[in-house]
């Protein structure tokens, strides 16, 4: 197969029209210019420039050539401008996965702040309602990034980025039980099967001897929490789906329940995945001082 080197010759032989002026572009010596046109030759078949008096001209096959040779020099010098773009942080594309929960507190702030440091990155965003779902899409290789709970399984690359509460939620007028024993007592909003965090509750709660009563499900711990502030039941949710807007009443529970957040990828040396993941890491967890301020149990 041809050289991209041999391309190379071949076309500042043509531009130029002379192997000499050619080799002192290239910065080679002419044997060394001769030889990769020579190699080319044969790889085709055929001459593929007329050797003259003074200079050199294309043959047919010379002519025939010099566009798709043209065209595959471009695309190289393509190549490596997008991989060192991409190297930069100046171009490319990034494919993250997340929590739907963190999606607004934790992500929106990085992706703003991403976006106006590198523009002609193309951000790609798969919300997900398990730690399992989110995983699964790392390690498959359809996201390249993925921010969430720990997942139960996970081969790859994971970096703490920090942590957040399980808080207990319940209408403004109501005071949330902040023990499983007294939630047994309790209807709760609880979670569909889709979503990993219902299950993980409910092996707590079966620790503690307790059986949550699902008065209603949902898949979406933001629902979670604005249904149990409509009155619906207790709601266990993380504090990052929790907002300062909607009335209701948030505890720590005894003993405050804590889950790592995380940042997976099977692609560490990655470019761009090592700044975003910085990026992610120095933002952190953010905890809303507006809930913090609600947060202790009652005595």
């Known amino acids: 197969m041809a050289t991209l080197r041999a391309l190379e010759c071949l076309i500042a032989v043509l531009d130029a029209g002379s192997v000499t002026e050619a080799a002192a572009r ?8 001769s030889h990769q046109i020579a190699a080319l030759e044969r790889e085709i078949g055929t001459s593929v420039v ?22 595959a ?26 929590a739907e929960t963190m999606t607004a507190g934790l992500l929106a702030p990085v992706l703003r702040s991403w976006r106006r440091r590198h523009p002609a990155v193309h951000l790609t965003l798969h919300e997900m309602t398990s730690a399992e779902a989110l995983s699964e899409l790392v390690a498959t290789g359809a996201a390249d990034i993925g921010i969430g709970p720990r997942p ?3 081969d790859g690359r994971l970096e703490v980025i920090g942590s957040e509460e399980i808080v207990a939620v319940a209408a403004a007028d109501l005071e949330p039980p902040t023990t499983f024993a007294e939630l047994a ?22 620790a503690s001897g307790v059986t949550l009563d ?12 604005q249904l149990a502030s409509a009155g619906l039941g207790i709601a266990l949710v993380p504090m990052s789906a929790l907002t300062a807007t909607f009335p209701r009443t948030v505890r720590s529970l005894r003993p405050r329940l804590v889950r790592d957040v995380v940042c997976l990828t099977t692609a560490p040396e990655d470019a761009l ?20 301020a609600q947060l202790r149990p009652r005595d």
């Open 73 to 98: 020099l471009a695309a190289a010098e393509r190549v490596v401008r997008v991989g060192r773009g991409v190297a930069t942080g100046a171009q490319g594309q990034l494919r993250i996965a997340c």
């Open 214 to 225: 699902a008065a209603t499900r949902t898949r979406q711990a933001t629902t979670a929490a």
């Open 152 to 154: 139960t399984r996970w």
């Open 50 to 71: 007329q050797r003259l008096p003074r200079g050199v001209r294309a043959t047919a096959a010379g002519r025939a050539i010099a566009d798709d040779a043209r065209a």
């Open 273 to 292: 995945v090592q700044r975003f993941q910085a990026e992610v890491r120095r933002r952190g967890v953010p905890v809303p001082a507006a809930i913090t």
């Open 185 to 206: 007592e309790q209807p709760v909003v609880h979670y569909h099967p889709d979503n990993g965090l219902g299950a993980w509750l409910d092996e707590i709660a079966a």
């Open 26 to 33: 290239l910065h080679m010596s002419q044997p060394a210019l």
